[in-house]
């Protein structure tokens, strides 16, 4: 029952790494379609949609930027989960491993794969459905679809062949439909395909049949990753029937030589052609070429150049043709003596095949349609009109500017242009484009150079000049520089006398006004002497009344005695002794009015001495008084002259400090004009020198555009 699944996109199949691609366009180059890959941004990227998995990008890519997408990731873990599955090997995996591929597949059973399958077997149930359907509808056309790429390309590109492709499965679908069909064991399990391309994971798709499709270089670089030595590994053999002829089938011209051996004469009527050089143009011009009745009857066609032996995910890459597909001849040869005996005559080999095809294939079972993806194909053409808009963008003026050098990937300035118009590609990707930039920019080079030249030239003479007036700042600096040190020394001595002073000052402040309070006692203390001496006046004054009443006292005890004397007299001898008292109390009485007189007179001194001495004193006291004022105020302005010597002081601690400042800030601008002036010199340098490449560009310039 054929199987289409046309609601299912491609999938995609190639993979690119955007930190390894260099956009070099290498792969729009190698592309058989090209549209496919959008060169427009930093990096390329594929739309799958357009993509036919070709894998011609990957082998071309140098820096490795382009990869295969595959299940090998996801195989290896559902083999550990214990998924059930089994293996279909392609041809081309004896040519990646040359007489070791039995322990290969020993190694895929060790991992837990139940059972192998080899899907040349699966090609000789292929041919037998091709010569069926030859046999039974007569067509006039058959392109043989092996190559999934092919019918990729059939399907977008050219949906007019679609009804002339092989109505009949793939090899590898033959295989797979017929361990369902005949080996019952195996019919629910999952298959992988050892597959030598990335687009088999769309067959499997667009079918729905198959599961993983792993490149036969992920299984090596699974065994490398592991450490496995296939060459201790025990050998292992397919579980189906052995093919004969269809060993062949990954070799160029395999299937027709497997044909030749149903249908002799075939040959004449089949067009081999494989490599996308030659096979992509060749189905652009096989409608023609059917519509002109010369179309060939089968078209066994291939993607690969040598075939799937050298597809893109085989080990063969770089390797030679005979080295390569001796292994694949050797094992045809050996089959073909399995089964025609040791004579290996075909009319013995097409018996017994015969039979055993006969045993696993049945009319209908491997049937195949296919899904027209045309609508995909979204590329616009450009009309004359934008053609030539994009043309001019690209600077092309006349048709000798259409280089058709391949350089943007499109091997013509159409395809380019094409692709610029559905914004796949930009202008400065043309090469053309890029080398009248190129003489633009050099022109302008030329002319902006001339002027740099004369640009240097004048700099040169202002560099110089400043070199010059910075020798001179220089000069000033280190002058400024030994001004600032005598002022600093200066200032440095003041702040010295200043701080010496200040100290001298604070020391007397206390002397200061220790005197100030002496001086203030002592006019308290005169102020008392003062009142001592009045009040001392005063008692002079009391004194001196005292006096004359002793005078007074004096003069009548004188006149007493003058009358004790007159009375003394007049008693004669008895008052003789009265008379002698009497004279003696007169004398006492003259002696005393003597002496208050001469203390009188001496008292009267005194007091008119201590009156001059209260006079003085006052006097003294006044000026004691005031003396103790201006102490006071001499030691309210001492204090004042303390503190603003401090503040001179400190005032001059900060002086000293801005000049170190200075004196540093001098020495550094000194020490910057000699840099500036020795950097200057180096630039100088520096411009003669990009003078001397100015004029050496210049003259490369020259020669470039002479």
Same mark, same amino acid.
């Given at each position: ?56 990008? @990957? ?74 359907? $030859? ?138 052609? *494989? ?24 078209? +066994? ?74 609508? +995909? ?25 259409? #280089? ?32 009248? #930039? ?16 004369? *640009?240097?030239?004048?700099?040169? %003479?202002?560099? +110089? ?81 005292? $006096? ?23 008693? %004669? ?6 008379? @002698? ?15 208050? %007189? ?13 009156? +001059? ?10 000026? !004691? ?59 100088? *340098?520096?411009?003669?020198? !990009?003078?001397? $490449? ?13």
């Amino acid at each position: 029952m054929p199987n289409s699944f046309p609601d299912r996109p491609l999938v995609p199949v190639i993979g690119v790494d955007e930190d390894k691609c260099v956009n070099c366009h290498m792969c729009i180059a190698v592309c058989p379609v090209k549209f496919c890959i959008d060169g427009s941004g930093e990096k390329v990227s594929i739309d799958e949609t357009l993509c036919i998995g070709c894998g011609s990008c @990957v082998r071309a890519c140098s820096q490795k930027a382009r990869y295969i997408i595959d299940d090998a990731d996801h195989l290896l873990e559902d083999l550990e989960r214990g998924e059930r599955i089994v293996a279909v090997a392609a041809p081309a995996l004896v040519s990646s491993f040359p007489g070791r591929h039995r322990k290969f597949l020993g190694w895929l059973r060790s991992l837990g794969v139940d059972a192998c399958f080899d899907v040349s077997f699966g090609a000789e149930l292929t041919v037998r459905s091709y010569l069926d359907h $030859i046999r039974t509808n007569d067509p006039r056309l058959v392109i043989a679809q092996p190559c999934p790429a092919i019918v990729s390309y059939v399907e977008i590109y050219r949906p007019g062949l679609i009804p002339y492709l092989a109505p009949a499965d793939s090899p590898m679908l033959h295989t797979i439909k017929m361990i369902r069909e005949y080996h019952p064991e195996y019919s629910r399990h999952k298959v992988v395909v050892v597959s030598p391309c990335a687009a088999k994971k769309r067959e499997f798709e667009e079918t729905g049949i198959g599961d993983y499709n792993v490149t036969i270089r992920s299984f090596h670089r699974i065994l490398e990753e592991r450490g496995v030595d296939l060459d201790h590994l025990p050998e292992s053999d397919f579980d189906n029937p052995p093919a004969e002829r269809a060993v062949l089938f990954s070799t160029p011209g395999g299937l027709l030589r497997t044909a030749m051996r149903d249908a002799p004469g075939i040959e004449s009527r089949t067009r081999k052609i *494989e490599g996308p050089e030659l096979v992509y143009p060749y189905l652009d011009t096989l409608q023609s070429s059917l519509e002109s009745g010369i179309a060939p009857l089968l078209v +066994d066609c291939l993607n690969c150049e040598f075939g799937c032996n050298a597809g893109p995910g085989t080990l063969n890459h770089g390797k030679s043709p005979d080295a390569f597909e001796r292994s694949v001849e050797d094992l045809a040869e050996e089959r073909r003596r399995r089964y025609g005996g040791r004579a290996a005559s075909d009319r013995a080999v097409r018996r017994r095949l015969a039979k055993v095809v006969s045993g696993r294939w049945r009319p209908g079972l491997y049937g195949r349609n296919y899904v027209d993806r045309s609508p +995909d194909l979204r590329i616009r053409e450009p009309d004359d009109a934008r053609l030539a808009e994009i043309y001019a963008a690209l600077l092309k003026e006349t048709e000798k500017d259409h #280089l058709n050098c391949a350089a943007c990937g499109y091997k013509t300035c159409r395809g380019m242009a094409v692709a610029i118009h559905n914004g796949l590609n930009k202008k400065e990707n043309c090469h053309l484009f890029r080398q009248r #930039l190129i003489e633009r920019e050099q022109t302008i080079v030329h002319e902006a150079n001339a002027r740099l030249y004369r *640009e240097i030239r004048q700099a040169t %003479g202002q560099v +110089d000049a400043i070199r010059t007036a910075l020798n001179r700042l220089q000069e000033d600096a280190a002058s400024q520089f030994s001004a600032i040190e005598e002022s600093a020394a200066a200032v440095e001595q003041m702040v010295a006398t200043l701080g010496n002073a200040s100290s001298i000052a604070s020391s007397k402040r206390g002397q200061m006004d220790h005197l100030a309070e002496e001086a203030s006692a002592g006019g308290r203390d005169m102020d008392r002497t003062v009142e001592s001496i009045r009040k001392a006046t005063g008692g002079m004054n009391a004194i001196d009344g005292m $006096i004359a009443s002793i005078r007074d006292v004096s003069d009548r005890t004188n006149l007493l005695a003058m009358n004790a004397a007159i009375q003394a007299a007049r008693a %004669g001898n008895a008052g003789r002794g009265f008379a @002698v008292v009497a004279g003696e109390i007169r004398g006492l009485a003259e002696t005393t009015g003597r002496n208050v %007189g001469s203390i009188t007179g001496d008292l009267s001194e005194i007091i008119a001495q201590i009156r +001059d001495s209260d006079g003085m004193v006052s006097r003294t006291g006044d000026r !004691i008084r005031s003396m103790s004022r201006d102490v006071v105020t001499m030691a309210g302005e001492l204090s004042a002259l303390v503190d603003s010597l401090a503040e001179l002081s400190s005032g001059g601690s900060q002086v000293t400090s801005g000049i170190e400042e200075l004196r540093n800030l001098s020495m550094g601008v000194k020490e910057v004009y000699g840099q500036m002036a020795s950097g200057v010199g180096s630039i100088l *340098e520096m411009i003669n020198t !990009i003078a001397a $490449i100015s004029e050496e560009t210049q003259r490369t310039v020259d020669t470039a555009g002479g």
